[in-house]
C-alpha cells in the first residue's frame, strides 16, 4: 500500500516508523529539513521537502492520485482538514486528519468533513481520555483493553510478593481450563511469550485475557485485594485531555483539576458540571497544594501537562503520599521505559494511540481494534474470522503460528471466551491476536 504522511513532528515520525516496519510504501511531506533527516535515517521511506503553501505541486510528485491513505498531522487543524480534502480530489482513496477542536468530532460535522472527502477525523485528546477513564475504573490494573463490549478483557498487571501464582510452573497455574490466559510477560527490558515452564516473578509485568466474570478473582489472584475502587481523583493540568476526562467521569465518581493558568481556569468552569468537578487556580506539582486538597484521601491522580517530567514526578510524589492508582501522560517515547520503572500505574502516550486508530485503516481483514503496546514492543488486535480463512481449518495447536504469537481469546455470538491448542475457531468469531516481534499484518493474512 501507498501511505502518504504529511507532518514529521512526533506523531507523523512515529507513525512513519511504524508503518516502515511493515513494508509499506511510505512517502513523508514536512517543510523541515532536519526533521527528515531524522525520520530517513530510522526509516526505509521516501522524504520530501515542502512548505504548505506549495503542497499542490507536492501532492503531484508524490504521487497522491496512486495513494492508498493520505495522513495529515499538522500542528494546524485546519491546514490537515484542508489537504485531506484536497488529496482526495486528487484521488487519494482515504484521507485521515488529526484535529485540535473537538467540535469538529460533533457527529453532523464528521458527516459534512466525509462528504468533503475527509475519511476519518482524528482527536488524540480524545483517545487519551478514554484510555484514563479506562483505567480509573478498575484501580489495580496498569492496562486495561475491552474487547467487545468487555465480552473479553486484556489486563496489565505489575506482580508483586503477595500474588498467590508466583513461583510454579505456568503448566501448573495457567492450565487449558483456567479462566484466564497469560499472553505475555515483560521482566525487566524482555518481552516473554510464556510457555508452561515459565514461572512468574516478583516485579514481573503480566498481560492478561480473560472475561468479565472472573474479573473480581483476578484481582485476588494477583494480590491486589486491598486496591479501593476510584471515588475522587486529582487532576494535574487543565487543557483539553483533562476537559475530556471529567466531561465522561462515571457515575459516582469526582474530580479535583488544578491548572495554573486562571483564565483557562474560568474556562473550564464554564465547561464542567461543577457539581462534580473543582477547577483550583494553583500548581498540582506542589506538595503544599496537595496535601491541602486532601490528596491522601484520593484514591487516584492523573498528571495530564504537557511537560513529561513533571508528570513522571507528580505521579511519584502522589505515590509517596499514599495514592494508590496514578496516570502519566508522556509524550516523549525516551521517557516510556523510565515511567514504567518508576512504578506509575497508567502511562497514556497519544502519539501510539492515534498511530494505533490509524494502523487499522492500513488492512484488509475486518479488524476492530488495534492497541501499539509500547512496554512490550508488541501489538494486540482483535480480527474477525471470515468463511473458509485458514484459521477456521484446523485447532489452534496446528496452526503452525510464529512462535512470538498468542491467540488470547474470542467472542461467539457476544459470549467471551478463551483460547487454548485444542480450540477451533470458527467463521464470524472475533479473535484476540497478541504479536512480539511480528508484523501483525502478516497474521492478519490467516484470518480472510
Known amino acids: 500500500m501507498k501511505v502518504i504522511i504529511v507532518g514529521a513532528d512526533a506523531i507523523g515520525a512515529h507513525l512513519a516508523e511504524l508503518f516502515s516496519k511493515i513494508k509499506q510504501n511510505i512517502i513523508i511531506i514536512d ?16 522524504t520530501i521537502q515542502s512548505s504548505p503553501s506549495s503542497l499542490i505541486k507536492t501532492f503531484k510528485e508524490a504521487g497522491v492520485k ?18 485531506c480534502v484536497l488529496a482526495k480530489a486528487m484521488g487519494a482513496k482515504k484521507t485521515v486528519a488529526r484535529v485540535e477542536n473537538s467540535e469538529f468530532t460533533q457527529p453532523q460535522f464528521i458527516e459534512a468533513f466525509k462528504q468533503a472527502g475527509v475519511s476519518s477525523i482524528i482527536y488524540p485528546d480524545d483517545l487519551a481520555a478514554e484510555d484514563i477513564i479506562s483505567g480509573l475504573k478498575m484501580s489495580w490494573v496498569r492496562q486495561r483493553w475491552d474487547v467487545y463490549g468487555g465480552a473479553l478483557t486484556m489486563l496489565g498487571i505489575k506482580l508483586r510478593e503477595n500474588c498467590t501464582i508466583l513461583g510454579r510452573p505456568l503448566k501448573e497455574v495457567s492450565t487449558p481450563d483456567a479462566p484466564y490466559h497469560i499472553v505475555a510477560i515483560k521482566r525487566g527490558t524482555s518481552t516473554i511469550i510464556p510457555k508452561g515452564d515459565d514461572m512468574l516473578l516478583p516485579e514481573d509485568y503480566l498481560y492478561f485475557m480473560t472475561t468479565k466474570d472472573f474479573i473480581p478473582e483476578m484481582k485476588r489472584l494477583v494480590g491486589k485485594e486491598d486496591y479501593p475502587e476510584v471515588k475522587n481523583v486529582i487532576i494535574v493540568g487543565g487543557g483539553s485531555t483533562a476537559e475530556r476526562v471529567v466531561n465522561r467521569l462515571p457515575k459516582g465518581m469526582t474530580a479535583k483539576i ?6 483557562r481556569c474560568e474556562e473550564l ?17 506542589s506538595v503544599a497544594n496537595l496535601l491541602e486538597e486532601n490528596v491522601k484521601q484520593t484514591q487516584a491522580l492523573v498528571a495530564v501537562t504537557g511537560n513529561a517530567e513533571a508528570n513522571i514526578l507528580t505521579c511519584m510524589t502522589a505515590h509517596e503520599l499514599g495514592v494508590r492508582k496514578t496516570v502519566a501522560m508522556i ?5 516510556m521505559s523510565i515511567a514504567g520503572n518508576a512504578d506509575i500505574g497508567t502511562i497514556i502516550n497519544k502519539q501510539a494511540l492515534t498511530a494505533s486508530y490509524i494502523y487499522q ?5 475486518d479488524v476492530r481494534n488495534i492497541r501499539d503496546l509500547l512496554m512490550v514492543k508488541a501489538d494486540i488486535a482483535e480480527f474477525k474470522a471470515c468463511e473458509g480463512s485458514r484459521v477456521t481449518t484446523k485447532r489452534v495447536r496446528d496452526l503452525g503460528l510464529p512462535d512470538s504469537v498468542e491467540l488470547g481469546g474470542l467472542v461467539r455470538n457476544g459470549v467471551g471466551m478463551l483460547v487454548n491448542g485444542n480450540t477451533q475457531i470458527e467463521a464470524g468469531d472475533d479473535v484476540v491476536v497478541f504479536c512480539h516481534d511480528t508484523n501483525i499484518s502478516r497474521i492478519e493474512k490467516i484470518f480472510i
Open 31 to 46: 517543510e523541515d529539513e532536519a526533521k527528515l533527516e531524522r525520520i530517513s535515517s530510522a526509516c526505509d521511506l521516501l
Open 66 to 83: 496512486n495513494a492508498d491513505l493520505l495522513i495529515s498531522v499538522k500542528k494546524d487543524e485546519n491546514l490537515n482538514l484542508n489537504l
Open 258 to 263: 488544578f491548572e495554573t493558568n486562571f483564565a
Open 269 to 285: 468552569n464554564r465547561m464542567v458540571d461543577t457539581s462534580r468537578v473543582m477547577v483550583i487556580n494553583a500548581d498540582g506539582r
Open 331 to 335: 509524550e516523549n517515547m525516551d521517557y
Open 361 to 365: 485503516l492500513l488492512l484488509n481483514g
